[in-house]
C-alpha cells in the first residue's frame, strides 16, 4: 500500500505536466527553434524550485521520512562526462520530440507511437548499465 503515495505524486505530476504543455511535440519544437520562451519558463521554474529546495533542506537540516538526516553530495567540478551526457541527452529529446518525463504521460494519452521512444529510453538505459564500467566516471 506505500506506493500509492508515488502513484499519486505521478499523477499529480502528469497533470502539472500536461497542463503546463510541458509534453506537447510543438512545445518543445519551438523551444529547439529558438521561437518561444515557454519551454525556457518551465524548465527555468523547474531549477529555481530545486535550489530553493536544496537550500531549504540544507539550512534546516532536514531529515527523511525515516528521521535520517538527508545528505547530498557535493558534485564534482565542470567535467566532460556532463557535457557528453547532456549534448546526448539533448540530441536525443530533439530528435523525439520529448524527455523521458512525459512518456508515460503521453502513452496514457494515446499517443502509441511514443512505444517506440519508450524502448529507445530502456534500451538506452540498459547500455548503460552494460557499459558503466568502462565509461569515464
Partial sequence: ???IK???VGFFF???LTKAEAVSW?????????QSFHMYGI???AIATGLIGLQII???KLKDIDGKPIYIQDKEKGNARYWIGGILFGLGWAMVGACPGPI???LGSGFLS???ILFGAILGTFLYGVFKDRLPH
Avoid at 510543438?26 to 529558438?34: C, K, L, V, W
Fill in 1 to 3: 500500500m506505500n506506493f
Fill in 6 to 8: 508515488y502513484l499519486l
Fill in 14 to 16: 502528469g497533470i502539472v
Fill in 26 to 34: 510543438y512545445r518543445i519544437y519551438e523551444m529547439f527553434q529558438f
Fill in 43 to 45: 524548465i527555468m521554474t
Fill in 58 to 60: 540544507k539550512r534546516k
Fill in 104 to 106: 508515460f504521460i503521453l
Fill in 114 to 116: 511514443v512505444i517506440l
